[in-house]
């Protein structure tokens, strides 16, 4: 009595190869490993034991931009740091996401002088928010979530429009 008794012979699946793309890269993505902050420690905790982020397939962080899909901001940017972050996104291979994790990368926080950037989205362009003083590692979950859903929604013709532009 196994499975294949119960639900028949299933041996031909359909799906259009948007979805099995998008399927894939939102099972897949390698975060780069990257924290500014207070922040970083909860990014941490999300990817320790505890809450797993390897189960949505973030199995590991990665320390080169060339390997990593999603850059997440975790922490305050400094004026002298945004350079370094802006460089960093422009080595990460297309398709890739960014999440602005914490208030500081999100809108600089508490932060509101000429050495601190008043939000992210200043030098790179951000996918998903996630809020909190430090958000905890339930939030950044959460925000990871949101971003498979954005993914999931994009289309192939996207993609093929950026690469146009960039050659």
Not at 23 to 45: D, K, N, Q, V, Y
Not at 83 to 108: H, N
């Amino acid at each position: 009595m196994g499975l294949e008794h119960k639900l028949g012979d299933l041996g031909i699946v359909t799906t259009t190869l948007e979805k099995a793309v998008n399927w894939g890269r939102t099972r897949s993505m390698w975060p780069a490993l990257f924290g500014l902050a207070c922040c970083a420690i909860e990014m941490m905790a999300a990817q320790a034991s505890h809450y797993d982020m390897s189960r949505f397939g973030m199995e590991l962080m990665r320390a080169s931009p060339r390997q990593s899909d999603l850059m997440i901001v975790a922490g305050r940017v400094s004026r002298k740091m945004a350079p370094v972050v802006r460089r960093l996104y422009d080595q990460m291979p297309e398709p890739k996401w960014v999440i602005a994790m914490g208030d500081c990368a999100s809108c600089g926080g508490v932060f509101n002088n000429y050495a601190i950037l008043q939000g992210v989205d200043e030098i790179i362009p951000v996918d998903v928010y996630v809020s909190g003083c430090p958000p905890r590692p339930e939030a950044l979950i959460h925000g990871v979530l949101t971003l498979y859903e954005k993914v999931r929604g994009e289309k192939l013709t996207d993609w093929a429009m950026v690469e146009e532009e960039a050659a």
